[in-house]
């Protein structure tokens, strides 16, 4: 199947400083690739939308000055968490659509953020 | 918006028996429901999706089934194994440009040897 890696697995930074996360698609192109933020024991909450050559669409309730994406190539997606804080911590997990079928929607293996 | 209920929350079953897990979604455009399995800290793991054109899909022992009138959709898990020991996450989507899914809250299922 398809594979998403995403980088780093896991960063502990100091408050206020700033972490960018990777996420590549290996063996397909993603137009449009999602970062999601889940809390534990909880369900996956959709943070943005991040389409390849264009702005992010960001939902309701993130600060996209502070959760910074860019998507510059259709393999590669980034969110840069700005100015960080304890309460940013939390599991990161980028997704990515094969762009060859439409439906499917592979996961990234997370990025565990804690911010001291 | 899509809205996803799940339930239930936690699920315990015995080795060997099955396991049903049920979503309701509120966009009737959606047509489109995968379900993914997460182990504890790792990445969520497609495990079956279903169309709206079908009804009912099968793949060994998971099974999922579809009912567009009422709009909700169930996983089946038939002789359970403790390694389905796992979070369980439906989802929902509209076939239309970028609709993101749209999960469901999660279900903790617990298989007892």
């Known amino acids: 199947g398809a594979v998403v890696s995403q980088h780093p697995s896991w960063v502990i930074c100091k408050s206020g400083t700033s972490v960018k996360i990777e996420c590549r698609s290996l063996?397909?192109?993603?137009?449009?690739m999602f970062w999601y933020r889940q809390f534990p024991k909880q369900s996956l909450m959709l943070m943005a939308t991040s389409n390849e050559g264009s702005k992010a669409t960001y939902e309701q309730g993130v600060e996209k000055d502070k959760f910074l994406i860019n998507h510059a190539s259709l393999t590669l997606s980034t969110l840069t968490v700005t100015s960080a804080h304890p309460e940013d911590s939390s599991f990161y997990i980028c997704?990515?659509?094969?762009?060859?079928?439409?439906?499917?929607?592979?996961f990234g293996p997370g990025t565990r953020l804690t911010v001291l | 918006g899509e809205n996803v209920e799940q339930h239930p929350s936690t699920l315990s079953v015995q080795e060997g028996d099955s396991a049903v897990i049920k979503c309701t979604y509120s966009d009737s455009a959606s047509n489109y429901f995968p379900w993914y399995k997460q182990e504890l800290g790792k990445r969520p793991q497609l495990i079956i999706d279903i169309r709206s054109n079908v009804g009912e899909k099968k793949d060994q022992r998971i099974a999922v089934t579809l009912n567009k009138t009422a709009k909700h959709f169930s996983l089946h898990i038939t002789e359970t194994q403790p390694e389905d020991s796992a979070v369980y996450f439906c989802?929902?989507?509209?076939?239309?440009?970028?609709?993101?899914?749209?999960f469901g809250k999660g279900t903790r299922l617990s298989v007892i040897a």
């Open positions: 063996d397909f192109q993603a137009t449009t």
């Open positions: 997704s990515a659509r094969d762009s060859g079928m439409a439906d499917t929607q592979y």
């Open positions: 989802a929902a989507r509209s076939y239309s440009g970028n609709t993101p899914l749209v």
